[in-house]
């Protein structure tokens, strides 16, 4: 009779070793394409007319696309790169969906293929990224290239991370600017220096409904003021499904939302000097109040105070939710979460008080563009980068954001809205650019050194009012309390 | 023979202990002794600004009104965590200490959540949490005990309990399998004397096993309370110090003040105050238990 083969302790840890050695090697040489991390999926868009239900936006699956380069970038460019004596730069991406991490793997192999130099791109975390970029910094190890947002960019200009274009190439700026949206232009201008062309900017802050919702609780046409929101979400509330969600974590989207009604109320973080905190302000106090009555009301899910953005949208997409408060990204997270392009989604700009209240002048909208093109000003491949820089700016590289392959972000360049795409994808966005209304009275979202804490301030606040903790008033007194001692500390930059 | 003084043979030990010494000096000493000079400081990356300001960065952060919520959240969220990975470990450290055929599974799955990646647990927690698309809460509906999805997590009352759960959840394997190796050390002698003297199995794990017990209590406890006070992905992947401030625990706020704000003077002001709150906890624990030690060494 046979025995069965008993493995020794020495085979069995001989093996081990050789298997684990095997899948080490397979994991470090499987696979050359750089790995996309499905990271925060940042922030996409389509807008719409304030008042009328937002026509059919179509995905068209038949639409003309641009030529996608289909390869992908491997080591072996970076040896060749290197064998013509050509420089290879670091490229850190910052979140993203899906569709544009696999977009940018694509043309980036193209970049090296036409200018022979190599690329060492890695896609990073998006709630990690100011650490990630700090500690290198510091280390001296950052990249020469960081594709970042726009609220980002005065901490890291006042620290010197970035170099200006300005200083770098006024050329370039020259050749570039004339093709961009030029409040787009303006998104990455810090106190008049130019940090880097965008491909899109998100906007905020929009109202997305569930067409089919609406029409079952007979509701003709989309809420034109806070007074009609308040209504249709009671409306639409039921037992299972909430009449609308909002996000009030502590994460950054979730203060962009607040941030965004509260601007089309005439609400300002700073007051025009840029020097006292202005969330205390009615623009801002009856933003939240908004929030504190959808809660008041039970139209809202239970938990806000622990829903991210994310998982709002996942609640509007899984049917427990009929509307939802979101930035202009509705699309992409459709897109991100595989939800079917007939999904019955309508989107408008978020309606504004009947009169608003805020000191300023209400903005129609706030946005940044997340994936801006800035140089490391420790990069001494600067030429390269700029090279880099350019060739992200042209038209053919960025035509994917007319909708074609990434949807639901607001194209940077005046190209993508003229394409035949564009025009079928977003008919409301093409007439109101047509128009003249589309960025009309639009502005960058806030950004000023130390806006990250003092955004933590606001957030709290949020969860304090929502809560029943404080009144929106002394929520946001407090928070702007402390919010002014940042500013006043950071304004010393 | 001797070399600068050194007798050959003391040299030769002083070489070999070198290398580690340099690690130990570089990586710990080093780092610690910065914290404490950047402590004195008001060093800010924003403002450029690095003078030495002595108490001053102590000042702010303890006139902080934060501060006392901080301070309270931090002692609730380590005296939850660590008591009840003490009486849970000690419960299932005591079932998988018997011979059952399914301990043997059993010690081996324990592992899972200690193995697990944090920041992944993390993230399942949170979806397991939420309110409305839960589990917990799905499971809780459905057994009918409540009619309402309870927002563990953006509920300040519960949010520090939750989170305990999940600091818990992992710490547990550890506590249970050490205190399964220590009573399993314990000799059959004693217990079968006991048997025989009559002890009930409540007595017998009072009076025998327990006070064999004491070290490996106290080395657990000091550790978890080590890995609560300074645990910042369970907390900051979770709530980021929210709902409210509900769960701004010294690691939160002293990471919120480094990296959100690049206050490093006051970070680490709030780093040695963290040092020194763990150093006089765990003397204090060490003190406490030396009694049940010397009892054990009897």
Known sequence: MEMPRRLSRRQLVRNGMLVAGAALLTACGGSSLPQPKAAEPAKPAEAAKPAAPAADAKPASDAPKPAVPTVAPTPTAQIAAAKAGMPTITVWKFGGTAKELEYFVQWNAKFTEETGIGLEYSNNDWATKREKMLAAFQAKRIADVLLIDGQSMPDLAALGVIAPYDDLDKSLMEKWKPNFVPEIWSSTVVNGKFYGPSSYVDMGSFLVYNKDMFQEAGIARVPENWDEVKEAAKKLTKPDRAGITLSATTATNDANNLEGIAYANGGRWLDEAGKKVMIDDAGFVDALQLYVDFVKDKATPQGITETAFGQSATLFFEGKAAMWIALSYGKAIQQSQGRPDDFPMGMVLFPRQAKPTGFAKPAATIMTPTAAVAISALSDKKEAALKYADFWSRAEVQAGWDGSVIRGRVPALKANWETETFKKIYPDWYELYKAGKMFDGSLPMPSFPGLVEAEKQLSTAMQQAILGQMSAKDALTNAAKRAQGIVDEFSKV | ?298
């Open chain 2, 1 to 298: 023979m001797r070399i600068f003084g050194i007798r050959r043979d003391d040299l030769f030990g002083l070489m070999l202990v070198l290398p580690a010494m340099a690690l130990v000096f570089s990586f710990i000493v080093y780092p610690v002794g910065e914290v404490i000079r950047l402590s004195f400081t008001n060093t800010n990356l924003l403002t450029r600004r690095n003078d030495f300001v002595w108490f001053e960065s102590y000042e702010r952060v303890l006139s902080d009104p934060l501060m006392y919520q901080v301070l309270q959240n931090t002692a609730l969220w380590v005296v939850v965590g660590t008591v009840a990975a003490l009486i849970l470990g000690l419960g299932v450290g005591y079932f998988i200490s018997f011979d059952f055929k399914i301990n043997r599974l059993l010690r081996a799955s324990i592992l899972i959540p200690w193995i697990l990646p944090t920041v992944v647990a993390v993230a399942a927690w949170r979806w397991m949490y939420h309110a409305e698309m839960g589990v917990i809460n799905d499971m809780l509906k459905k057994v009918g005990l409540i009619d309402k999805g309870i927002a563990w997590l953006g509920e300040p009352s519960l949010v520090i309990y939750a989170l305990s759960t999940i600091a818990v959840w992992r710490h547990l394997p550890f506590a249970a399998l050490v205190i399964s190796a220590a009573i399993q050390g314990i000799p059959t002698g004693l217990l079968e004397a006991a048997t025989i003297d009559g002890a009930n199995g409540w007595q017998k794990f009072r009076y025998i096993i327990l006070p064999q017990l004491a070290y490996p209590l106290t080395f657990i406890g000091i550790m978890n309370l080590i890995w609560n006070m300074n645990d910042l992905t369970t907390v900051w992947g979770s709530t980021r110090g929210g709902p409210a401030n509900a769960s701004e625990i010294l690691s939160t706020f002293i990471y919120s003040m480094g990296f959100n704000s690049f206050r490093f003077g006051l970070s680490s002001a709030l780093s040695v105050i963290n040092f020194a709150i763990l150093l006089a906890l765990s003397l204090t624990y060490l003190y406490v238990l030396r009694s049940a030690w010397r009892a054990e060494e009897r």
